[in-house]
């Protein structure tokens, strides 16, 4: 009986650090291009696929990447705000539905995104537990928000404030969940749905606060007049909304000034989108209108040519790791020279020798198959979050 | 066991040539073949254990004229009938003591690694007392430990010959007579041959017979 792989393997286990080197050298050759591939077929589809499923959006001129990534993965850059007489514009057209977006703010990392229900129905979102948010300070959780941070409906999630040194800035609103959402397997499952009045409250555009009129602190009441009373910073301004409070909250100013980061805007057929698109052409209008679809094109196309370059430059790095684990090999092999011709006087033939070192490449290689293979399926199994941490 | 007639090798690199009219080694004889360096012993191990092949002349190992098999059947004789025993011990320091031992086993087809085969290992080793140590990798042990394991290698498939070049040579002189002694005794145990190449003038009188490389080539050795 020939037991080469016996003997190889107690070989390789003899210099655990040698083959475990060996193992991860092929190893992350081998992963590195594959997983690229599965990372960036993923960004591709999820792009893609939301994209195609906005007809057009509608925001503040400048970057139309910016306006598109913001409204449709709820990226960090926030583009310019336009207001909801915007929305209202849309709608008063009868082309098409609009549904007002604002994405700013941010809840333990997540993005709060300022809606309508109408999102739900847009988005095809379903409950998984609770109600849809129909309360002033209620919020909706994406799948994946309520499994990394353990909550159910019920309990409270705080809003994060956008500086910590900024005293003046936003504060922290404690809001109820109310429901969490099935998994979409999108950027919704990573999104904390509010109304858009509740990110009006973060911002401090909906506000409550104690009644000034009944209070009778004079280190509050800056000044007193039968129409009008002036309090300084020290009125309690409320940072949850209760049963209690609700009556308290009021908005200042015109709500049509209010601001949205994005209107998605739904066209009823082509030809109402086709006007719709001519309307914001004109150079005057601070809006533009986008079809995502295109954006998200042009993106992809970059994103490929990137991908050619990272392929070559994985294909010369693998060529000059593989000649140096040629020439490594070939070294031990001289190293070995010696135990190679014992083996021989022993009587082992020429054929043996080679099939013994042939079965330390072959557990080197399933070792590193098995280590690609692992490595693989857990970036196969978390592409969707890789996809999101890296690219959007 | 051993027949030798005029044999005659060279190496064409170097022009070193090789040549016994005759000489024969009796079963069971324990014999020292003693010379100066580059005078060709190891060069007679290599052509008697047919890892070299002579120009001419024959050599026959209990019968077989081992420079007429083919390549593999001389590498089946050699794996089943001679036993090599190495100045360096020629250990593999990856492999444990035990795995060491059966490792002509797993190089080949013409023995059969059975349980009884382990078994014998197992025996020979307490015999040779390392068998305590057949767990441990080769490279752990003491030099006195590592030759009696190359014995043990050499001795387990039962050889009828075995040959031994400079086997003492590596070890201290306590260590040398001792581990000679053990050899004996088990070349004794299995009716086995030896022969032995050395330099060691001191370990001379414990063979049943010396010859000087000279007489060797002189023929006179016969």
Redesign the interface.
């Known amino acids: 009986m020939i037991d080469s792989f016996y003997i190889a393997w107690k070989y390789l286990l003899f210099g655990k650090a040698r083959s475990a080197t060996l193992v991860a050298c092929i190893t992350l050759i081998a992963v590195l291009p594959l997983a690229l591939e599965i990372i960036l077929d993923e960004s591709e589809h999820q792009l893609v696929e939301r994209a195609e499923h906005t007809p057009l959006l509608v925001g503040a001129k400048g970057s139309a990447l910016d306006l598109v990534m913001n409204s449709l993965y709820f990226a960090d850059e926030v583009p310019q705000p336009v207001t909801l007489a915007s929305a209202e514009e849309i709608a008063a057209t009868d082309l098409a539905f609009a549904i007002p977006l604002y994405v700013r703010f941010q809840a333990r990392g997540f993005p709060i995104v300022g809606t309508t229900l109408d999102y739900f129905d847009f988005r095809q979102l379903r409950l998984a537990a609770g109600t849809p948010f129909g309360l002033l300070g209620e919020c909706v959780i994406g799948a994946a928000v309520a499994r990394q941070i353990g909550l159910k409906p019920g309990d409270s999630l705080l809003s994060s404030p956008e500086t910590v040194f900024d005293l003046a800035g936003v504060y922290p609103l404690k809001m109820r969940v109310a429901g969490v959402l099935a998994p979409s397997h999108s950027a919704d499952d990573l999104a904390v749905l509010v109304d858009v009045k509740t990110a009006w409250v973060i911002e401090g555009l909906v506000h409550g606060h104690e009644d000034v009129a009944r209070s009778r602190d004079s280190s509050v009441i800056i000044e007193r007049s039968e129409s009008n009373v002036t309090a300084n910073a020290k009125l309690m301004q409320y940072t949850e909304i209760t049963e209690a409070n609700i009556e308290a909250f009021h908005l200042h100013g015109d709500p049509a000034g209010y601001p949205l980061t994005a209107v998605i805007a739904l066209p009823h057929d082509d030809k109402a989108a086709a006007i719709l698109r001519g309307r914001y052409q004109d150079t005057e209008t601070p809006y533009q209108i986008v079809p995502p679809a295109d954006v998200i094109d042009t993106l992809i196309t970059n994103i490929f040519r990137i991908r050619n370059v990272l392929d070559a430059v994985i294909l010369f790095v693998g060529l000059a790791t593989l000649m140096a684990l040629v020439l490594v090999f070939g070294l031990s092999l001289r190293l070995r020279q010696r135990e190679i011709d014992t083996i021989f006087k022993l009587g082992c033939s020429r054929l043996t020798i080679a099939q013994l070192l042939g079965a330390e490449i072959v557990i080197i290689a399933a070792l590193s198959a098995v280590l690609c293979l692992l490595i693989l399926s857990v970036v196969a199994h978390y592409d969707q979050q890789l996809v999101r941490a890296l690219f959007i | 066991m051993i027949s030798i007639e005029s044999l005659h090798f060279a190496y064409p690199q170097d022009g070193f040539k090789l040549q016994i009219p005759a000489f024969s080694v009796p079963v069971g004889e324990k014999l020292a073949v003693i010379g100066p360096s580059g005078s060709g012993k190891t060069t007679l191990l290599n052509l008697i254990?047919g890892?070299s092949q002579p120009l001419s002349g024959r050599i026959q190992i209990a019968g077989t004229p081992v420079h007429e098999l083919a390549?593999?059947a001389r590498?089946?004789f050699?794996?089943?009938q001679?036993g090599?025993v190495?100045q360096d011990f020629?250990l593999?320091?990856?492999?444990s003591v035990l795995?060491n031992m059966l490792?002509?086993?797993?190089?080949?087809?013409?023995l059969?690694?059975t349980p009884e085969v382990r078994r014998r290992a197992r025996d020979l080793a307490g015999q040779m007392g390392i068998g305590h140590q057949l767990q441990r990798?080769a490279g752990e042990l003491s030099q006195g430990e590592k030759q009696r394991a190359a014995i043990c290698r050499a001795l387990l498939p039962q050889p009828k010959l075995i040959l031994a070049d400079e086997a003492t040579g590596n070890l201290d002189p306590d260590n040398k007579l001792h581990i000679l002694d053990l050899l004996f005794e088990a070349v004794d145990q299995h009716g086995a041959t030896l022969l032995a190449v050395t330099h060691d003038h001191e370990l001379l009188p414990r063979f049943d017979r010396v010859v000087d490389f000279d007489d060797f080539r002189s023929g006179s050795a016969a």
């Open positions: 254990a890892i390549d593999a590498r089946d050699r794996i089943t001679i090599f190495f020629e593999l320091d990856y492999l795995d490792h002509p086993y797993r190089i080949t087809r013409a059969k690694l990798h």
